[in-house]
Nanobody
């Protein structure tokens, strides 16, 4: 069992940056693959980025070069650094975890409650 709690969302102007954090508890953090998803109003939830326990990453095409996913296994925390934010990045951002890298990118077992990111123009 893993519990996930996101933080770091908020309101930012276009062109600005935010760093989201996801604190995990419950099981051995380092064995889990992690991911960030987002869901904009009226749209389906979509994968933003994923990272293995060893630090290998995968990004959605729409955030490559703009967002960076990372993790600190000693702190049981996952991060999403978001730069050059655009109004279309406005969404609720969720962290997710699964034992398997493939599964975390399609149907994660564990979800956080989400944090709102709003980018104003």
């Amino acid at each position: 069992q893993v519990q996930l709690v996101e933080s770091g969302g908020g309101l930012v102007q276009a062109g600005g940056s935010l760093r989201l954090s996801c604190a995990a508890s419950g099981d051995i953090f380092s064995i889990y693959a992690l991911a960030w998803y987002r869901q904009a109003p009226g749209k389906q939830r979509e994968l933003v980025a994923a990272i293995t326990g060893g630090g290998s990453t995968n990004y959605a095409d729409f955030v490559k070069g703009q967002f960076t996913i990372s993790r600190d296994n000693a702190k049981n925390t996952e991060y999403l650094q978001m730069n050059s934010l655009k109004p279309e990045d406005t969404a609720v951002y969720y962290c997710a975890a699964d034992r398997y890298f493939g599964s975390v990118q399609t149907s994660p077992t564990y979800w956080g409650q989400g944090t709102q990111v709003t980018v104003s123009s």
